[in-house]
């Protein structure tokens, strides 16, 4: 029989919880040919998330968790779930059930016939406004552009990976993650589900404009260098327009007898070079500050306690990533 990891990053969703479990609980009890195995990952959750998910695994042998020492953000979350997730294939979902587990059953379908990354795709986002749906439209029509790899948009977290791709997402240990660039990254045999998304279910949502902005630049950063090609062509062009400028300054006071003149001038074109130098060495700061990060070499994350479901009875994780 074939063992499905469902593999769920958790911080503050005591409210969610529940309602997650109780419909995880049916799908596992209704696909009878696959045994499944529940593992939750806590990131540093400060509310009753882990005494929901201590409770859950004395009810339930296949639930099975892992506790981080603090709060590292999900996209190292989910590395420390790569690491312990043991399975055939492992289905990678968000607590907050705005992905229905429901298409599980689909993802299994496609898997049994080939397909290695079974991905969902947004077709709609119920309970976001509409400036967070706009500006993630334009985010990726931006980084489809810059990107050297194809990363498609509206696309999330959520789909089932084979244990090939697995394994490859383990070998990827950067600090500065961008886990949906990832997948793409390590390739395999890929398949489209496009699905309607729900709203937040209970609790709320953790990801507020600053970490999206973060999250933002680390994709844009980690999967393209176009920002500073952006900066040098930018110093170029103006460059050649400063040159033209004073040519054009030279041929009017010997041709024409007129002296250069024009105080605003002058401190606008300074200003407007000062900015543009700042940008420059702001976009070397962003790249030049990721390669200090990753030369010191951390761990990702620690454990600071974790339970195995009877899915892993053989199997000893990694406590350190």
């Known amino acids: 029989m074939k063992q499905i990891c469902i593999l769920i990053p958790t911080y503050n969703e005591q409210e969610a919880l529940p309602y997650l479990y109780e419909r995880l609980k049916r799908i596992a009890d209704q696909l009878t040919a696959y045994r499944f ?35 590292y953000g999900k996209e190292v979350a ?136 973060q999250l933002a630049i680390d994709g844009i950063t980690s999967f393209s260098v176009a920002p500073l090609r952006l900066s040098a062509f930018a110093g170029t062009s103006i460059l050649i327009i400063c040159l033209l400028t004073l040519l054009f300054f030279v041929f009017e006071s010997i041709f024409l007898g007129k002296a250069p003149s024009g105080t605003a001038s002058i401190i606008t074109v300074v200003l407007f070079l000062g900015g543009i130098q700042l940008v420059s060495i702001g976009l070397l700061g962003e790249y030049i500050g990721r390669i200090f990060i990753e030369t010191k070499n951390r761990p990702l994350y620690f454990v600071e306690s974790q339970a195995d479901s009877i899915a892993y009875q053989d199997h000893k994780p990694r406590k350190i990533g």
């Open 37 to 71: 195995s529940f593992l939750f990952v806590n990131d540093g959750s400060t509310d009753a998330t882990l005494a929901i998910i201590h409770n859950l695994q004395r009810q339930d042998q296949r639930v099975g968790f892992v506790n981080l020492s603090r709060n």
């Open 78 to 213: 989910m590395i420390a779930g790569f690491d312990h997730a043991c399975g055939d294939a492992t289905i990678l979902l968000d607590a907050d059930l705005q992905d229905p587990p429901e298409l599980i059953a689909q993802m299994l379908e496609y898997w049994e016939e080939g397909y290695e990354d079974v991905y969902a795709k947004r077709i709609s986002r119920k309970g976001e406004t509409w400036f967070k749906k706009w500006s993630s439209k334009k985010y990726y029509e931006v980084l489809q552009k810059i990107s050297t790899i194809d990363i498609p948009k509206d696309t999330g977290d959520f789909r089932l990976l084979d244990k090939k791709c697995m394994e490859a997402l383990k070998e990827m240990r950067e600090s500065q993650r961008y886990t949906k660039g990832l997948f793409c990254f390590v390739g395999f045999k890929k398949k489209e589900i496009l699905f309607e998304r729900d709203a937040r279910i209970a609790g709320a949502t953790k990801w507020n404009y600053r970490k999206l902005v």
